[in-house]
């Protein structure tokens, strides 16, 4: 059973290695033909920073596969071999947070070299290195703290529930749910600023449109997320009347009024829709999924690594496959996804009156050129990664003409 998971999980890692391959082949390929959306500099540029990306995954799909190795043959023993509590709550909760920060170096490395080398590089990176130290502190304590309960309460579960996968995954599942509703606020709270929206004329435009699709939102607010980060968003948190629009100052600053109204109309596309509602079935269907497979796992695999079925051995386990099983379920997560940005366009230009689509296309553009997304993917790769639709394609199914952008 042991070499059948390890089997698996080199399977994943060259298929995620093969589709990145073929991604860097394919922008290569394209990169010096005449560019498609953007300017041939942007284009050029966007294309670099692709393929950099692309690389540095590569890089770190290694470097997990290693520790993959690492932890299957010897690191869960180890743990067990150097955390002593007597008190078995504390004794499964240390051990599963000793796995956390021991990866959370590796995260660590690399996130660093990511901001301060890549997006550095390519204009992105807006953070001095003290303010990035002084977010990934507070990160990295909040995991420590939340991560800390999550676990001391699967442990609970797991020893009074027999079939204690089922009520994992519901706990577990219930509290992604509520970081969902809570995500604007702690962000509020620990990282951006967020401030009322100021422009007066710009809040009535958003308001008037949200009162078109029933949204009921406490609040428009604009987050000072430039200070960190040159890229574009915006985003919707919580649930109720709890629910507040963030945009980024950085979204204000380079979309003219009708562009963002475009790109709000899209996102009110998905709270028309139950996009968010639907997203949160699938997220909880492959949770549900890898629970099953983990709570049923034979006595023999834990008998081959020398290990007795701990419930700390049972949570790393999971938490070692998560990103295999997520890998593979992507594809169907991303088809029904990437059909429910084409709805939410549909109804973002149909928001916007009779200039609707060209406005949320023009928006498309600006934001393609300002985040540096190259345009133009391997079928490979979008199978695999997507979760939006091709800007491409999304352009043609708004029936815009892209020469005249």
Do not use: C
Not at 142 to 156: K, P
Not at 371 to 399: D, M, Q
């Amino acid at each position: 059973m042991l070499m059948t998971i390890m089997g698996i999980y080199t399977l994943y890692l060259l298929l995620m290695v093969y589709t990145s391959i073929m991604q860097i082949g394919y922008i290569n390929e394209v990169k010096n033909k005449p560019a498609v959306l953007l300017e041939q500099s942007e284009f050029l540029k966007a294309a670099n920073y692709s393929i950099a990306k692309e690389k540095m995954s590569i890089a770190s799909a290694f470097v997990e596969y290693l520790f993959f190795i690492g932890w299957m043959g010897f690191g869960i023993q180890a743990l067990q071999a150097n955390i002593f509590f007597e008190n078995e709550v504390l004794l499964n909760v240390a051990i599963v947070m000793g796995f956390i920060v021991i990866n959370s170096i590796v995260s660590f490395v690399f996130s660093y070299y990511e901001k301060f080398s890549l997006d550095t590089l390519y204009g992105f990176n807006k953070s001095s290195k003290e303010q990035w130290l002084k977010d990934s502190f507070i990160s990295f304590v909040t995991t420590l703290l939340f991560g800390s309960a999550v676990v001391w309460g699967i442990y609970m579960i797991m020893s009074n529930f027999t079939l204690w996968w089922l009520w994992s995954f519901l706990f577990v599942f219930a509290v992604l749910v509520v970081i969902n509703m809570l995500y604007s606020t702690f962000r509020a709270l620990f990282f951006d600023k967020l401030t009322p929206l100021q422009n007066k004329e710009l809040d009535a435009s958003i308001k008037e449109l949200m009162d078109k699709t029933g949204f009921v939102s406490s609040g428009i607010f604009v987050s000072d997320a430039s200070k960190r980060d040159a890229r574009l968003n915006a985003y919707f948190g919580g649930f109720g009347k709890a629910k507040r629009v963030v945009l980024f100052d950085t979204l204000i600053e380079k979309l003219s009024t009708k562009e963002l109204l475009a790109v709000l109309g899209h996102e009110l596309g998905h709270f028309a829709h139950g996009d968010i509602y639907k997203n949160i079935a699938v997220v909880g269907s492959m949770l549900f999924v890898m629970f099953a497979v983990f709570g049923n796992l034979p006595e023999s695999l834990y008998l081959e690594m020398g290990l007795s079925e701990q419930p700390y051995v049972v949570m790393i386990l999971l938490m070692l496959f998560m990103p295999v099983l997520g890998f593979l379920m992507m594809p169907i997560m991303g088809l029904i996804s990437r059909h429910n940005e084409y709805e939410a366009d549909k109804m973002g230009s149909e928001l916007g009156g009779p200039a609707g689509a060209v406005e949320l296309a023009s928006a498309l553009r600006k934001l393609v050129s300002e985040n540096k997304s190259f345009p133009l993917s391997h079928p490979l790769y979008i199978f695999f990664h997507y979760t939006h639709p091709p800007v491409l394609e999304r352009l043609k199914a708004l029936g815009v003409d892209v020469e005249k952008l």
